[in-house]
């Protein structure tokens, strides 16, 4: 099922519009790179292998192997109550991308998770490289954390592998750089997290970081009131303060740095004090 769906099908998805993505940040730029693309292609890239082996080799078995439990143990919250396989289904994917949004909250609240997602954000630009951009100790930890989530929901197999590659997907289309129609992007956001939100979540000032933590749907945001627009995004400088020097951020710094002391984020970048203008 993993090879038919996510390798076969999910691949090809993801690799397709990981490429239109890339060409449109060259068409319409949202922001203004401060960096050299390639240099920044190459790292992001070589950082992401070992992420993504364990993605596909460790990941995603063991979150299918936990949803094959669910249907046989009938264990989670799908098992609660009687529906139509596709509410069942849609119930499920839903609740998933709920523990995603409180899983990411986690990452910035708790300082030992922290450590290695810091390597995430502290990309000097925003792009849809970025989206590949992660420590595989953040992959390690997640595998509890999200393996906890398929049995508590009861997903199903299928609806797991739905789930990887739409939230791939997700993750491609808003940390890209694209400049998409204003009035689009804001039709959008009403439903589903888009690049001038998550913009903003890689803001250097914590306020600003300190939100849009959703994956694909935006309303955990709304909810939880962790849901914040209207920063213009020319100004936006990416990253957090105490790693700004691109000079120090290569490959080998960016794999030992959760190992390391981490630097505080800084008074002065705790929050904007201009107030936040109409949406550029």
Known sequence: MIKSIFDNTGTFILVGLFSLLFLLEMVSQ?????????????????????AFALLRLLLIPAMVWLAGKNESWHAGLNYLYKAPAWV???????LLDYTNYLWHILNHKWSLLWRFHLVHHIDLDLDVTTALRFHFGEIIGSVFFRGAAVLLTGASPLVVLVYEIVFEAATQFHHSNICLPLQLEQALSKLIVTPRMHGIHHSVFRNETDSNFSVIFSGWDRLHKTFRLHIPQHPITIG???????????????????????????????????????ED
């Open 30 to 50: 949202l922001r203004r790179r401060t960096q050299p693309k390639i240099k920044r292609i190459v790292l992001n890239f070589i950082l992401s292998l070992p």
């Open 88 to 94: 069942e289904g849609a119930l499920a994917f839903i």
């Open 240 to 278: 957090v303060p105490s790693y700004q020097n691109p000079q120090e951020l290569t490959i080998g710094y960016l794999l030992k740095l959760p190992f390391t002391r981490i630097r505080k984020w800084g008074k002065k970048y705790e929050h904007r004090e201009t107030k936040p203008k109409a």
